[in-house]
């Protein structure tokens, strides 16, 4: 039997926390961030976390299940 691999693309913008909970970064805050309000950059900053309905998805491509 062959190993699985991770999905390279999804070991980049994922990463798993101590309570097994999967986050990654916001979009929409790499240029162009003069028109948008300082709000909304604030809160680009803190990692998102992925949705439970996306949740076993995002573990198949980490190799997770």
Same mark, same amino acid.
């Given at each position: 039997m062959p190993k699985v691999k991770t999905?390279?693309?999804a070991k980049k913008r994922f990463k798993v926390t101590g309570g097994g909970k999967i986050t990654f970064q916001k979009a929409f805050k790499r240029h162009i961030l003069t028109k948008k309000s300082?709000? +909304?950059k604030?809160?680009?900053r803190k990692p998102g976390v992925v949705a439970d309905a996306n949740l076993h998805f995002v573990k +198949?491509?980490?190799g997770m299940k």
């Open positions: 999905n390279s693309s300082t709000k +909304r604030r809160h680009m +198949r491509l980490l």
